[in-house]
């Protein structure tokens, strides 16, 4: 799907374009080059190949695959979707030794005591080509992304930042979604109170295309789901976690309905 200039949606499982454990993989053109943020679980992508081929994205032009943070849904397709393009998996620092030994996982763990994935998955480990921190800046052909770290929703995750024509676009991975909604979660790697520390960096950014890693995007005055997101975090409710309320991806009855 073509989202706007320079910028589609190539995976999703609430959009239907790819597996019922994809998160949302947009891929960015930078004209020479194009990037992808994030890959999926790994049994999406040859559909999520197909999809960016029906747009007129050549995977020969895919350079690089920019993973938001260490969860097995985002990148779990970054080897493969490598093997066919050639692309190099980017993750932050921090991420690159868990993809690496997913042994103690407490996601993967889960996922697997509670019978989500798929009889023909397994997850693999993923080695990390180049990392990135805070402050980093990567080249895409034309445009550069930006890194943000945003820890809370894990110590590793991150924003991206993209300037391209005449707006500003955050790829939040699973920090912020659409109406504010936090990607808290009841595992230990995820820490409210790093929440609480990192949010400020999103403040003030003036961004237009909110690009969170499930459910939908919006394209216009994003920084007011990011500002509501800042505001629930500085009270002492516990701010609302969009996996509570709008993630069927972890509904065992729904994974089988729609899996293949
Ligand atoms: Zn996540």
Known sequence: ?????RIYLAGSEQFGL???????????DGGSELAIVDSGLGLGVDDICA???????ALDRLRHILITHSHNGHWGGADLLRNKTGATV????????????ITHDPGIRLNLRFGRYPANYMPQPCAVDNTFRE????????VRVQVIHTRGHTADSCCLLLDSDGRRSLFTGDTVFYGGKLGILNLESCVLADYRADIGKLAGLKVDNLF???GVFVLRRGQRHID???HKLGDFVLPESFFEVNELMWDKDYLRIMSD
């Open 1 to 5: 799907m073509k989202i706007q200039e």
């Open 228 to 230: 509501r997101a800042i």
């Open 212 to 214: 969170p890693g499930h």
């Open 18 to 28: 790819s597996h019922a454990m994809d998160c949302n993989c947009y891929v960015i």
């Open 90 to 101: 980017w993750a932050h620092a921090g991420a690159a030794p868990l993809m690496a030994d």
């Open 135 to 142: 402050g980093d800046s990567i080249s895409v052909g034309e």
């Open 51 to 57: 999809n960016m081929s029906r747009l007129g994205l």
